[in-house]
């Protein structure tokens, strides 16, 4: 496997420097952006908690900037298809990147991509952190996650755990959730988190680490039964609900998402979006509508942002070349 190719130093100056690239010239400054719609790209299919987060936050956007905020899905290659059209789009400010776990994965994951996340994508906000949750379909004659362990340890190769894609939450979590357990599953990665869902509650896949937002109607009818948390302290959702790490200790992983521009966006562009979502995040009403997704705000400035990225690309760097873990 390849590593991320630059040093964690160079990863924070770059992130912290996003914020202090030159303005474009008066004519063309936040006063007058937006003046057309924007787009927020988002890597996943539609219906899934990533498109659920960008359409309210879209909303959000569009009523006080003046300008549709409209969301574009482009699901593929763990999310690179749509986070490589990002990259290459003009810094400008009418495209923007829902930012995921998935591009801090795929900076490890992918030995090849056609762009660096970390020095094509500027940070510009942070936006939610919430918890998966271990879910199987009922048919699977588990309901604890030490009985889950020993089925799977007695059919090696023989379960398949789904993801919204490769480097995705879901499909981190598994793999770690693989390497602290010793067991072995198959990964089945789909072209977002609502088709792996609907395959999951048929039965074509038996596992699945999804966020709780997405899966919580499914887990209170009985169509899915929840194992576990993936987060350190149990969800305010399912407070009955233990956590993974209470039986596999050190397991811990969190589905968060965030905005980023193009590189050389200019600064006071960033600022505007930063400071009109930081606004959103602690607006009543759609703190409210985030918290429901079983979120926690992650406000901040471009530069928190990028340090957070930063942190996280190191993370999964270290996980993914401890576990070995390869794309097939």
Excluded at 39 to 58: K, N
Excluded at 243 to 262: D, L, N
């Amino acid at each position: 496997m390849l590593s991320v190719g630059i040093s964690r130093r160079q990863i924070l100056n770059l992130a912290v420097g996003a914020a202090a690239l030159p303005a474009l010239p008066r004519a063309a400054r936040a006063q007058s952006y937006p003046s057309r719609p924007v787009r927020i790209i988002v890597g996943f299919a539609a219906g899934g908690a990533s498109d659920i987060t960008a359409r309210l936050l879209g909303q959000w956007l569009t009523e006080r900037l003046g300008q549709q905020f409209i969301i574009e899905n482009r699901p593929g290659a763990g999310t690179n298809i749509g986070t490589e059209a990002v990259a290459k789009s003009p810094p400008d400010g009418y495209t923007l990147l829902l930012v995921s776990v998935a591009n801090t994965v795929n900076a490890t994951l992918y030995e090849r991509l056609s762009f660096n996340f970390i020095l094509d994508v500027a940070p510009v906000a942070a936006l939610i952190r919430s918890p998966l949750v271990m879910e199987v379909n009922p048919s699977v004659p588990a309901s604890t996650i030490p009985e889950f362990i020993a089925m799977a340890k007695a059919n090696p190769g023989a379960v398949a755990a789904a993801s919204a894609g490769n480097g995705t939450p879901a499909h981190m979590a598994s793999e770690l959730f693989q390497l602290l357990t010793g067991i072995d599953l198959i990964d089945v990665p789909y072209r977002g988190g609502a088709p792996a869902l609907t395959d999951l509650l048929a039965g074509q896949v038996q596992v699945m680490f999804e966020n709780v937002s997405t899966s919580l109607e499914y887990i209170r009818a009985g169509k899915l039964r929840a194992l576990g948390v993936t987060t350190a302290a149990r969800s305010d959702l399912l407070p009955e609900l233990p956590t993974v790490s209470e039986f596999v200790p050190g397991y811990e992983v969190s589905s968060w998402f965030g905005i980023g521009a193009p590189k050389h966006t200019p600064t006071n562009i960033v600022d505007l979006l930063n400071v009109t979502i930081n606004a959103g995040l602690s607006d009543p009403k759609l703190k409210a509508q985030l918290t429901d997704l079983s979120a926690t705000v992650l406000p901040g400035t471009p530069a928190d942002f990028g340090k957070f990225i930063a942190d996280e690309t190191e993370k999964w760097r270290k996980l993914i070349q401890a576990a070995g873990i390869k794309l097939t």
